[in-house]
């Protein structure tokens, strides 16, 4: 694999790969007192963000986010992809999703929660979004128009690309948030051939998970972590 490709990749699979050791520690600690072993999220979740922030940083000069632009198309869409995560509550009465990463897990302390807060916010809105762009748009939505994807220029559309790269991205989401994954997959990469512009997905995917966090914050439904 060329090193532009390990810096478009790398970080995502690496993602995906704290994903897959929190599932397995999680069925070991079923049952178990250790909160390490029962809640693993609260230690993973910040050692994946110290991982993957630290990769994206290694590798930042091999990703072209410009042209810095398309800030207002960026937002628009943030925002409606917002809407749709939180629609089926305001308009069909969902049930709550309550169950999910408790800032206060580890006490009410300024210091506890506040500390456990910030590198969750630090995961969703800054990690996330650039880790998950870099990989669909960056890299997927382009690879499928042609295998050396650096020959493509960004946000080049075709039917093929669009369709299974929002679907994939659908994929990597939990089964009951597939409806509002898959239409969120196809607004991102619509910023993608409305904006030319990497810079304008990372906006757009922080800015809906900002959305979601305050929303979270203000509910107490942790289950939208």
């Known amino acids: 694999m060329i090193s532009q490709e390990r810096a478009y990749l790398g970080p995502f699979f690496v993602f995906l790969a704290f994903l897959l050791v929190l599932e397995v520690v999680t069925r070991i600690g079923d049952g178990t007192a250790q909160w390490f072993?029962?809640?693993?999220?609260?230690?993973?979740?910040?050692?994946?963000?110290?991982?993957?922030?630290?990769?994206?940083?290694?590798?930042?000069?091999?990703?072209?986010?410009?042209p810095l632009s398309g800030w207002s198309t960026a937002i628009a869409i943030g925002l409606t992809a917002l809407a749709v995560w939180v629609a089926p509550q305001w308009l069909f009465h969902a049930a709550p999703r309550t169950n999910g990463f408790d800032p206060g897990f580890f006490g009410a302390s300024?210091?506890?929660?506040?500390?456990?807060?910030?590198?969750?916010?630090?995961?969703?809105?800054?990690?996330?979004?650039?880790?998950?762009?870099?990989?669909?748009?960056g890299w997927l939505l382009r690879?499928?128009?042609?295998?050396?994807?650096?020959?493509?220029p960004?946000?080049?559309?075709?039917?093929?690309?669009?369709?299974?790269?929002?679907?994939?991205?659908?994929?990597?989401?939990?089964?009951?948030?597939?409806?509002?994954?898959?239409?969120?997959?196809?607004?991102?990469?619509?910023?993608a051939y409305r904006t030319k512009s990497l810079a304008a997905c990372v906006v757009t995917h922080a800015v809906t998970n900002a959305g979601l966090a305050v929303y979270i914050l203000k509910t107490g439904q942790f289950g939208f972590w």
């Open 154 to 191: 960004f946000g080049t559309f075709t039917w093929k690309s669009f369709l299974i790269s929002s679907g994939a991205f659908c994929l990597e989401h939990q089964f009951a948030d597939w409806p509002a994954a898959l239409l969120t997959g196809a607004l991102f990469n619509l910023v």
């Open 110 to 137: 300024a210091g506890a929660y506040g500390a456990n807060l910030t590198l969750r916010l630090i995961r969703m809105i800054v990690v996330v979004p650039l880790v998950e762009e870099i990989f669909w748009r």
């Open 143 to 152: 690879y499928l128009v042609h295998d050396d994807f650096r020959t493509v």
């Open 37 to 66: 072993l029962a809640s693993p999220s609260y230690w993973i979740f910040p050692l994946q963000t110290v991982v993957c922030g630290g990769l994206l940083w290694k590798w930042r000069r091999a990703y072209d986010f410009r």
